[in-house]
């Protein structure tokens, strides 16, 4: 079993930037794909990010949605088994629990897992 851990949410103002990350623990995996995705009250979850193990020597491939591009960047750190969220330029609009989505490999198959989620909240 992968346990996934997310934390670095927490209260900021407009503008501000905060730092997510997200742990994964357990024995015998290997990560694929690190997904951040964030649900606000009364609406579906969605993609915030994702890097993918493609390209890892450079660090990985991303992709962001369109309401983060040019303010949030996501990065891994292999030898962690973390990844993380850098969220900058913050706006209310941003708030919402924040979940980590991990897909790695054990034992030759393919499983998901999440996180608990971690909370984010943008004051205007």
């Known amino acids: 079993q992968v346990q996934v851990v997310e934390s670095g949410g927490g209260l900021v103002q407009a503008g501000g930037s905060l730092r997510l990350s997200c742990a994964a623990s357990?024995?015998?995996?290997?990560?694929?794909?690190i997904e951040w995705y964030r649900q606000a009250p009364g609406k579906q979850r969605e993609l915030v990010a994702g890097?993918?193990?493609?390209?890892?020597?450079?660090?990985?491939?991303?992709n962001y949605a369109d309401f983060v591009k040019g303010r949030f960047t996501i990065s891994r750190d292999n030898a962690k088994n973390t990844g993380y969220l850098q969220m900058n330029s913050l706006k209310p609009e941003d708030t919402a629990v924040y979940y980590c989505?991990?897909?790695?490999?054990?034992?030759?198959?393919?499983?998901?897992?999440w996180g608990q989620g971690t909370q984010v909240i943008v004051s205007s």
């Open positions: 989505r991990i897909i790695a490999t054990r034992m030759e198959n393919t499983y998901q897992y």
């Open positions: 357990g024995s015998t995996f290997s990560i694929n794909s």
């Open positions: 890097i993918s193990s493609s390209g890892i020597s450079t660090g990985g491939r991303v």
